[in-house]
């Protein structure tokens, strides 16, 4: 088997939990691979460290699978770590019908995301080695759960272009089934399987119920980057009088509409198909002011190179967000960027208030992904939703 061998800072990393090398951390390779292979890791000692996938075309050089060097990569690992965490998700967290069944890295199955939806599992894959399991994966995905009917393959997006894979969107085991219907606290959502990501975000779950507690009659609620309608749907659902939802997408506006549909508000809703920046702009001009403001944009930061102006989107959507809350008003405002830690989020937020004139309090504990998207502590790369909650008033 093909070796690869690691400074010592990877090492290190290794050492504590971390379960990729990326490329800078190579020092040297030994024999022949092509990407996908499976490899061993050393360090320039000789130590052996782990084995697993290698990519000599991606940023992710490695990612271990295994720090046991009798253990082998293989279908019945996967079995039966898939259904580990299936378990995990179940028993320990108590999800029941829609969550988030196997994430990568933290569940150690590198490049593999699961999303389970009732019947429905959306499987993502974004490495090369993983990819030459797919079948197996799938199997196993409803081994561990036989209430599942669909494995879809929602293999899409930069990840797999960056791994040099195809994008394919279908059935891949099962039922031909594409939507299904899930409950999420006092709310209902469409799920479809043609949408974005692995058809919703189910990340945000706690942050969305959370929600729904400062929501009162009465209340006037912008939603930006609204998506599916997830943070709108709940304020609605909770009580809102009217709820502004906006999304660049008109697919996604539809989507939006049929669960306002579907929860029986859809005469508290509003919906601006358009870029969340001029939306805004707009707003501001004519005065407008809401309640409550939410802001769950996209990852502005996809690499360590994109942070100055990643964090310049971030500032002046904040920026925006704030000047649309009434005084002793609430600003929700989320960040799924990885590069960005919490502290540099909440200094940028900090920024945008003082622009602004406000004065911020933090209503609710710094929150993060939901747990069925655990954080593996020795891995920054399985941290990355940053959410907070804050009450904002005029400074005087």
Not at 183 to 205: N, P, W
Not at 231 to 241: M, N, R, S, T
Not at 344 to 371: C, H, N, S, W
Request: charged content about 30%; glycine content about 8%.
């Amino acid at each position: 088997m093909a070796r690869v061998i690691v400074d010592a800072q990877a090492a290190r990393a290794i050492g504590k939990g971390a379960m990729i090398v990326f490329k800078k951390g190579v020092v040297r390779t030994e024999g022949q691979f092509e990407p996908g292979d499976i490899v061993e890791v050393y360090t320039r000692g000789g130590k052996f460290l782990g084995k697993g996938f290698v990519n000599p075309n991606s940023n992710i050089m490695i990612r271990l699978v295994t720090k046991d060097r009798d253990t082998e990569i293989n279908k019945e690992l996967f079995r039966e770590r898939i259904r580990k965490a299936n378990e995990y998700r179940k028993k320990v967290l108590g999800y029941d019908r829609a969550y988030r069944m196997v994430y990568g890295e933290a569940d150690y199955l590198p490049g593999l995301i699961v999303d389970r939806f009732n019947e429905i599992a959306s499987l993502q894959i974004s490495s090369v080695g993983m990819e030459r399991f797919k079948l197996d994966l799938a199997e196993a995905i409803m081994e561990a759960e036989p209430e599942i009917e669909t494995v879809f393959e929602k293999n899409t997006g930069r990840s797999r272009r960056r791994e040099g894979l195809p994008e394919i969107e279908r059935v891949l085991l099962g039922k031909e089934k594409y939507r299904t219907v899930i409950e999420e606290g006092k709310a209902k959502f469409i799920v479809d399987m043609r949408g974005q990501k692995t058809g919703f975000f189910l990340d945000q779950r706690e942050n969305r119920i959370a929600l729904e507690k400062y929501v009162k009659p009465g209340m006037r609620v912008l939603d930006v980057f609204t998506y599916t309608g997830g943070f709108a749907i709940h304020a609605a659902v909770a009580g809102a009088d009217e709820v502004v939802a906006v999304d660049k997408s008109p697919w996604a506006i539809n989507m939006v509409k049929e669960n306002a549909k579907l929860n029986g508000v859809e005469d508290r809703m509003k919906y601006v198909v358009g870029s969340a920046f001029p939306v805004m702009e707009e707003m501001i001009k004519r005065g407008e002011k809401f309640d409550i403001v939410i802001l769950d944009p996209p990852a502005f930061v996809q690499h360590e190179k994109d942070l100055k102006r990643g964090l310049r989107a971030y500032f002046n959507v904040n920026y925006a967000g704030l000047q649309l809350v009434k005084e002793g008003g609430i600003l929700v405002t989320a960040s799924c960027s990885q590069h960005v830690d919490m502290q540099t989020f909440k200094d940028m937020v900090i920024a945008a208030a003082a622009k602004a004139g406000k004065f911020l309090r933090l209503l609710e504990p710094y929150r993060t992904q939901a747990p069925d998207h655990p954080i593996l502590m020795a891995s920054k790369d399985t941290e990355y939703l940053k959410a907070l909650f804050l009450y904002v008033e005029d400074m005087k």
